[in-house]
């Protein structure tokens, strides 16, 4: 038995409403992953102080962030002060150039848990440590 061939396989112009489907599912996607909280130090945790025409590190540098309720956050982790303090030395032993402590710490946090966590860093062998504050927006910039 013969079978007649008048199907063609794209033989006909390409639909646009498969693509635009499959466009709009992925933008859905998309917002929704925005909204999922991600592991770790998120923004609402830490909130820096905002600053301008300041310069970056230029160096290997180790970040540590405080929260509001002097919480230490080490690689997104939270930590205690003697582990830090640990893992520090441990950066540090394996760095190949002298390492530069980055504190994100938060706008309330007091100097003395800044000057502490610096302290604690000089102990563990980095001898620089910076502030990170946020770049102002050109929008703040326009509101007097």
Excluded: H, W
């Excluded at 301008?52 to 956050?73: E, F, H, K, M, T």
């Excluded at 982790?77 to 950066?91: D, E, F, G, T, V």
């Excluded at 000089?122 to 504050?133: E, S, V, Y």
């Amino acid at each position: 038995m013969k079978f007649p061939r008048t199907a063609k396989i794209l033989g006909s112009q390409s639909d646009a409403a498969p693509y635009a489907a499959v466009f709009f599912l992925l933008v859905i996607f998309m917002l929704v992953a925005e909204l999922l909280p991600t592991p770790g130090v998120g923004l609402s945790l830490v909130n820096l102080p905002v600053a301008d025409n300041l310069s970056g590190v230029n160096q290997p540098a180790i970040s540590v962030a405080i929260d509001c309720s002097n919480r230490l956050y080490f690689a997104n982790q939270l930590i205690a002060a003697a582990q830090l303090k640990a893992s520090l030395s441990n950066a540090v032993s394996r760095a190949s150039a002298p390492l530069t402590l980055v504190i994100q710490a938060d706008k309330t946090v007091s100097y003395d848990e800044v000057l502490q966590l610096s302290l604690l860093a000089r102990d563990a062998g980095i001898t620089n440590a910076l502030l990170a504050t946020l770049p102002r927006t050109l929008a703040l910039k326009a509101i007097p």
